[in-house]
């Protein structure tokens, strides 16, 4: 098998026949991290650092890893030539992690460049990129309704947000391409240095006073209603791990008030506030018929030099498969049992066991997302989508996700998904254990209707 030919990813006949059935079919994507007011602005891409690598910290690791001066890298005063030919002089030194992988997809599907990128090719492929980046059909939009195929997606959006850019955004495209998505982290991790002044920033924001708990469920109940007509369809909670979910308005309070207040919290608080929160938003979802996302087990900015110089969401995260997830977390399913659709984010492969029973256990609403973060790998998805299909159904898969904030990865992650769903799919066909009539109908139901059916989209 040559690299990333026809059978890229795919060992089988019947997987290479599925695969053509799905693979041009619409993106619908629930979950990502666009940049809005750059879709929005529809500016040109200045060049080819800033589409491929500027906001995305999985190439970052990558060339941390193999030694590439932090300079060069998010520093301000290296060119974006140079942190692109950084990256092309170790490139080669990737290879076997999925950034090899999307990297090569984008520039050969986007680009029409098949020359491996690599220190000897670099400043071509950096000036063929930057050249074509210069012209309309490379700006977001046509990007996005042209080559990309996206159809509809959902981005990250924080509950005081107003939103003006996926107005504007619509409004060029004539339709409701891109969706928000209700998230309030900030307001639940009490715990954080940035909480209390995040409190006056909700109070600004909806013109209110905060002082009881009770008020904050207010604010959250304003932003809800604001995100709803404005075609919101899903909430996003990022948990370490699972909070219970029975705590009382009353305790709610005492702690809210304590935090107020400036004094500190006991671990047990904090447990108590955030599990109250999670509560009081799903409660919300569950009346609006929207899908609540778990995003579980991401142990964040564990690397402190990295964290105190750049701050989160640079890299420096990891999984950690000592948590466990079944007692908080079927109690939280158990309250809003059957009424509250919930998807579930394993970044342990550990843990996949766990959330795939429980899913199975809760029903229909419940629902299992795509492996994430540090599975979003073709080994990850592979083993995840095996053990969803004999451990729950396949059927009931939430869907493929880019979790990203870059604009390519509607194309590049989406295409190695959609592959490798279908060397599975096409195994178990091969294997006799499914029909192949039955193979196509289920294939496209994951990549495509059975997506867009759970969200609302």
Same mark, same amino acid.
């Given at each position: 098998?040559?690299?990333? =030919?026809?059978?890229?990813?795919?060992? &089988?006949?019947?997987?290479?026949?599925?695969?053509?059935?799905?693979?041009?079919? %619409?993106?619908?994507?629930?979950?990502?991290h666009?940049?809005?007011?750059?879709?929005?602005?529809?500016? #040109?891409?200045?060049?080819?650092?800033?589409?491929?690598?500027? @906001?995305?910290?999985?190439?970052?690791?990558?060339?941390?890893?193999?030694?590439?001066?932090?300079?060069?890298?998010?520093?301000? +005063?290296?060119?974006?030539?140079?942190?692109?030919?950084a990256?092309?002089?170790?490139?080669?030194?990737?290879?076997?992690?999925?950034?090899?992988?999307?990297?090569?997809?984008?520039?050969?599907?986007?680009?029409?460049?098949?020359?491996?990128?690599?220190?000897?090719?670099?400043?071509?492929? $950096? =000036?063929?990129?930057?050249?074509?980046?210069?012209?309309?059909?490379?700006?977001?939009?046509?990007?996005?309704?042209?080559?990309?195929?996206?159809?509809?997606?959902?981005? @990250?959006?924080?509950?005081? =947000?107003?939103?003006?850019?996926h107005?504007?955004?619509?409004?060029?495209?004539?339709?409701?391409?891109?969706?928000?998505?209700?998230?309030?982290?900030?307001a639940?991790?009490?715990?954080?240095?940035a909480?209390?002044p995040?409190?006056?920033?909700?109070?600004?924001?909806?013109?209110?006073?905060?002082?009881?708990?009770?008020?904050?469920?207010?604010?959250?109940?304003?932003?809800?209603?604001y995100?709803?007509?404005?075609? #919101?369809?899903?909430?996003?909670?990022?948990?370490?791990? %699972?909070?219970?979910?029975?705590?009382?308005?009353?305790?709610?309070?005492?702690?809210?008030?304590?935090?107020?207040?400036?004094?500190?919290?006991?671990?047990?608080?904090?447990?108590?506030?955030?599990?109250?929160?999670?509560?009081?938003?799903? +409660?919300? &979802?569950?009346?609006?018929?929207?899908? @609540?996302?778990?995003?579980?087990?991401?142990?964040?900015d564990?690397?402190?030099?990295?964290?105190?110089?750049?701050?989160?969401?640079?890299?420096?995260?990891?999984?950690?498969?000592? !948590?466990?997830?079944?007692?908080?977390? #079927?109690?939280? *399913?158990?309250?809003?049992? =059957?009424?509250?659709?919930?998807?579930?984010? #394993?970044? +342990?492969?550990?843990?996949?066991? @766990? *959330?795939?029973t429980?899913?199975?256990?809760?029903?229909?609403?419940?629902? !299992?997302?795509?492996a994430?973060? !540090?599975?979003?790998?073709?080994?990850?998805?592979?083993?995840? *989508?095996?053990?969803?299909?004999?451990?729950?159904?396949?059927?009931?898969?939430?869907?493929?996700?880019?979790d990203?904030?870059?604009? *390519?990865?509607?194309?590049?992650?989406?295409?190695?998904?959609?592959?490798?769903?279908?060397?599975?799919i096409?195994?178990?066909?091969?294997?006799?254990?499914? %029909?192949?009539?039955?193979?196509?109908?289920?294939?496209?139901?994951?990549? $495509?209707?059975?997506?867009?059916?759970?969200? &609302?989209?």
């Open positions: 098998m040559a690299f990333m =030919d026809q059978n890229y990813l795919i060992s &089988n006949a019947s997987g290479l026949r599925i695969f053509d059935s799905v693979k041009s079919l %619409p993106v619908v994507d629930p979950h990502n666009a940049n809005v007011k750059e879709i929005a602005d529809n500016n #040109c891409y200045s060049d080819a650092w800033q589409l491929f690598a500027a @906001t995305d910290h999985y190439v970052w690791e990558m060339m941390r890893k193999r030694g590439v001066p932090e300079t060069l890298i998010t520093g301000k +005063e290296a060119s974006n030539e140079d942190k692109f030919l990256l092309a002089k170790i490139f080669p030194e990737v290879a076997g992690n999925p950034v090899y992988e999307w990297i090569h997809l984008d520039l050969k599907r986007y680009f029409g460049i098949e020359e491996l990128l690599s220190e000897s090719t670099g400043k071509k492929i $950096y =000036d063929t990129v930057t050249a074509k980046l210069a012209t309309d059909a490379y700006r977001p939009q046509a990007l996005l309704t042209g080559p990309l195929n996206v159809e509809v997606m959902s981005s @990250t959006d924080d509950l005081i =947000d107003t939103l003006e850019d107005a504007r955004a619509n409004a060029a495209f004539g339709k409701v391409l891109i969706r928000p998505t209700w998230r309030p982290d900030k639940m991790k009490i715990f954080a240095p909480w209390r995040y409190m006056n920033q909700v109070a600004e924001r909806f013109n209110i006073r905060l002082n009881s708990v009770k008020d904050l469920v207010s604010a959250f109940k304003m932003s809800h209603d995100f709803a007509e404005r075609n #919101c369809r899903a909430s996003d909670h990022g948990l370490e791990y %699972p909070v219970f979910a029975d705590v009382d308005e009353k305790c709610a309070d005492r702690i809210f008030r304590k935090a107020m207040a400036e004094e500190k919290l006991t671990a047990e608080e904090i447990d108590l506030f955030m599990g109250y929160i999670l509560a009081e938003a799903a +409660e919300l &979802n569950s009346q609006k018929d929207w899908v @609540t996302q778990l995003h579980l087990g991401a142990v964040r564990v690397r402190a030099t990295l964290f105190d110089s750049l701050g989160p969401d640079v890299g420096g995260d990891i999984s950690n498969h000592y !948590l466990d997830y079944a007692p908080a977390l #079927c109690s939280f *399913l158990n309250r809003f049992d =059957d009424r509250l659709k919930v998807v579930l984010y #394993c970044l +342990e492969a550990s843990h996949q066991g @766990t *959330l795939a429980i899913s199975r256990a809760f029903g229909a609403k419940v629902a !299992l997302g795509s994430w973060w !540090l599975l979003d790998t073709p080994i990850g998805m592979h083993r995840q *989508l095996e053990y969803i299909g004999s451990a729950d159904t396949l059927s009931n898969f939430a869907g493929m996700v880019s990203s904030r870059k604009l *390519l990865s509607y194309g590049s992650r989406f295409e190695m998904f959609r592959r490798v769903m279908s060397d599975v096409g195994n178990l066909v091969e294997r006799g254990q499914m %029909p192949e009539e039955i193979a196509f109908n289920l294939a496209e139901r994951m990549a $495509y209707s059975g997506t867009k059916k759970f969200w &609302n989209l």
